[in-house]
């Protein structure tokens, strides 16, 4: 009996970050994909390639022969995805190599000149494309592809974004190694952002317009996994907060139903926010929100068009300060206009509020897909002979570049400090928050080797689930 071909492999490649550390994440959008397939009836089996090693995937390839390799890529390390495609394509020359994921908006059509391994990239949501695909739809009928022929690379008509995302259902991870990536579960409630931040890809990637799930199925989704053991909880949304009325239909749903659950929350955006449902996220078991604060001078913000105040953003942190939840605040340095005092002045922000437990400050990248590339570009600060950022992005200290106040020795500076307030918070508020610890405090336990080393140790241990999490949300709109 002749064994059936799989229809295809998914391969979610290896972002692993030691500057942010923390165990894998599932990869979420991967997710998504898997259960449209599934729920089409197609075979595939997934290869995660932070958890596994890439032996594993020759193998696949060999034993079950599939049709295609589908593979979702962040511009983030881009050449070794690169270098990966092109060997598993002159080693299996017949297998077809699909591309989604956000770098398919940065490269466009270059992609298929820097990869001469692909065959297909998917533009935006790709559950409808992929079973189009694996159905045998002709190529040049299936939307928002770009595709690579003997004659050369096409694209063809666009895909309009699914406008009423609780039709797609959610994932449940099938052939996935779930208990490798932690006892936090990601959820995704929305998608799309109407914001036009400078630095960010998002919208390009999943439209500038936002959709959302209804509290309903939030419920569904969250009650699915609480019934299989999971009790911590991270929405890993672009922008979770932008309809008020659904946060508190979703906390009322929570409250009646009593669970014993934490839920932390990403794009958690201030101007969003009141007193009122931030109450209510209490009462439901939120602990944990994140926010894209950026820079504590609003002169930079105007240049980033955030969007919001300084005010508005430090009125907001300070009740939810005050309410007793924890806060991640993110910070990017080297905006245009910021000068060394302005990033100074963020990093002094980011001490003020007394329930911080963890803040990270990014060096600016232009990423292609962004206006700000568009401004980098101009400025001389994208390399011509390669407009991919290499290294670690803005997790790297070293900058090769200022901005038009800054020198780059001015934003290295500043980036090293930044570095160090991020370990410091991180032992603040473990001490304060671990009785055991407190006993033992001492004054100078930020300058002491040995208590600091204790701390970092503790505190590794306390945010691990956190820091993965968050390592997914910085790379996944690059």
């Known amino acids: 009996m002749v064994k059936k071909h799989l229809d295809i492999l998914l391969v979610a490649p290896d972002y692993h970050n030691n500057e942010m550390g923390g165990t894998p994440h599932i990869p979420c959008g991967l997710g998504y994909i898997a259960r449209s397939i599934e729920t089409n ?32 890529l962040m511009t983030y390390r881009i050449e070794k995805s690169y270098q990966l495609l092109e060997t598993v394509k002159n080693n ?27 065959d297909i990239s998917c533009i935006g949501e790709g559950e409808e494309t992929i079973i189009e695909i694996l159905n045998g739809v002709h190529i040049s009928s299936i939307k ?70 209804n509290s309903k199925g939030m419920i569904e989704e969250l009650m699915y996994w609480y019934e299989n053991g999971y009790r911590e909880f991270y929405f890993e949304d ?25 839920i932390d929350v990403n794009g958690a955006r201030a101007d969003h926010f009141d007193e009122f449902t931030l109450k209510k996220m209490k009462k439901a078991n939120f602990r944990n929100l994140v926010f894209g604060v950026e820079s504590a001078k609003n002169h930079v913000l105007e240049a980033f068009k955030k969007g919001e105040t300084i005010e508005q953003i ?28 302005d990033a100074i002045e963020s990093i002094n922000f980011s001490q003020k509020f007394k329930n911080v437990a963890f803040t990270y400050f990014f060096k600016l990248t232009p990423i292609p897909g962004t206006s700000y590339f568009e401004y980098a570009t101009k400025m001389g600060y994208v390399d011509k002979n390669n407009k991919y950022p290499t290294g670690n992005f803005g997790f790297d200290i070293e900058a090769t570049h200022g901005n038009d106040v800054m020198s780059s020795l001015e934003l290295s500076t500043a980036l090293k400090k930044a570095r160090h307030i ?7 508020y473990y001490i304060k928050n671990n009785l055991q610890l407190r006993k033992l405090y001492i004054p100078n336990i930020f300058t002491e080797p040995l208590a600091q080393l204790l701390a ?14 968050v390592r997914s949300i910085s790379l996944k709109t690059i």
């Open 456 to 469: 970092i140790s503790l505190v590794n241990r306390f945010a691990r689930h956190i820091v993965s999490v």
């Open 92 to 118: 299996y020359p017949w297998l077809k190599i699909i591309i989604g994921g956000p770098h398919v908006i940065a490269a466009g059509l270059c992609l298929f000149q820097e990869c001469q391994a692909i």
């Open 41 to 72: 009836n197609y075979s595939y089996r997934v290869v995660d390639l932070s958890i596994q090693p890439e032996s594993d995937l020759f193998n696949i390839i060999k034993e079950d022969h599939p049709r295609y390799l589908g593979i979702s």
């Open 144 to 213: 928002g592809i770009h595709y690579r022929t003997e004659e050369g690379v096409f694209t063809t008509e666009k895909r309009q974004f699914t406008k009423n995302i609780d039709n797609i259902p959610f994932p449940t991870y099938t052939g996935f190694d779930i208990q490798k990536y932690g006892t936090c579960m990601l959820l995704s409630s929305s998608r799309g952002c109407p914001y036009k931040c400078t630095f960010c890809g998002a919208p390009q990637f999943l439209g500038n317009m936002w959709r959302k799930r």
């Open 422 to 428: 991020e370990r410091l918070i991180r032992i603040r």
């Open 238 to 262: 672009s922008l979770f907060s932008a309809d008020k009325k659904r946060i508190q239909e979703f906390c009322d749903e929570l409250i009646n139903l009593n669970l014993s659950v934490n």
């Open 314 to 341: 430090e009125t907001t942190l300070r009740i939810v300060d005050n309410l007793g939840f924890t806060m991640g605040l993110f910070f990017i340095i080297g905006g245009p206009g910021e000068s060394y005092k």
